[in-house]
């Protein structure tokens, strides 16, 4: 499975962003897509993931009522739609895909099989 992360940029703070990862190649093993975030000299972080079947969300708790993501299977497309953001939102996003519906924890990057490039979101005050 590959994946292409978009729509990052420059935003004030209390504006919205939707970020997109389209997804290719072996698309029919995708369980779960997740976004992850990393800060400069931080670790990677859970933001949100949707159960791709199912349309089950969830989500980090910094995030919770400000982000949504959803999906379009046509398409092969996840979508995080990112409103009220904050300074603290600055990073890099990435776009994950976990093939197992197993998996011990969503939460968890180490449970994710394949990434995306990133795109960089900076949220200025």
């Known amino acids: 499975v590959q994946l292409q992360a978009s729509g990052g940029g420059l935003v004030q703070a209390g504006g919205s962003l939707r970020l997109s990862c389209a997804a290719s190649?072996?698309?029919?093993?995708?369980?779960?897509m997740g976004w992850f975030r990393q800060a400069p000299g931080k670790e990677r972080d859970f933001v949100a993931a949707?159960?791709?079947?199912?349309?089950?969300?969830y989500y980090a708790e910094s995030v919770k009522g400000r982000f949504t993501i959803s999906r379009d299977n046509a398409k092969n497309t996840n979508y995080l739609q990112m409103n009220t953001l904050k300074p603290e939102d600055t990073a890099v996003y990435y776009c994950?895909?976990?093939?197992?519906?197993?998996?011990?924890?969503?939460?968890?990057?180490?449970?994710?099989?394949?990434w995306g490039q990133g795109t960089l979101v900076t949220v200025s005050s």
């Open positions: 949707i159960i791709w079947s199912t349309d089950r969300t």
């Open positions: 994950a895909v976990d093939t197992s519906p197993y998996s011990a924890s969503y939460y968890s990057a180490r449970f994710y099989d394949y």
């Open positions: 190649g072996h698309t029919y093993s995708m369980y779960a």
